[in-house]
């Protein structure tokens, strides 16, 4: 099974973007998230999502400007940020649960929770 993240690029500070997340492979995550990194710093949790999509949870960060969604049928994860702050500038990567793998011990902010991850996309917000 494998991530792939798309949908990164350059915006202002106040504008929207929409990052996207496909799985390939025959069976759908079990949670999902998007974490991200700036250099010289750690990978930090952004959101994340449970497999019915019914859950969701956010870094306080980001809270009330970015939304998680899901749509299993079509093995895909996004995250729609808003009001982009400079901030907000980092690599941001998608991560799974794959069905094989026992995540349950941790919580859905944990980076220990996923097994499967994609290789990351830019995104850049210029103030």
């Known amino acids: 099974v494998q991530l792939q993240a798309s949908g990164g690029g350059l915006v202002q500070a106040g504008e929207s973007l929409r990052l996207n997340c496909a799985a390939s492979?025959?069976?759908?995550?079990?949670?999902m998230a998007w974490f991200r990194q700036t250099p010289g710093k750690e990978r930090e949790f952004v959101a994340a999502?449970?497999?019915?999509?019914?859950?969701?949870y956010y870094a306080d960060s980001v809270k009330g400007r970015f939304t998680i969604s899901r749509d299993n049928a079509k093995k895909m994860l996004s995250l729609q940020m808003s009001s982009l702050k400079a901030e907000d500038t980092a690599v941001y990567f998608c991560?799974?649960?794959?069905?094989?793998?026992?995540?349950?011990?941790?919580?859905?902010?944990?980076?220990?929770?996923?097994?499967?991850w994609g290789q990351g996309t830019l995104v850049t917000v210029s103030s």
């Open positions: 991560a799974g649960e794959s069905p094989a793998y026992d995540g349950a011990p941790y919580y859905y902010s944990q980076s220990e929770r996923y097994d499967v």
């Open positions: 492979g025959r069976f759908s995550m079990e949670a």
């Open positions: 999502i449970s497999w019915s999509g019914e859950s969701s």
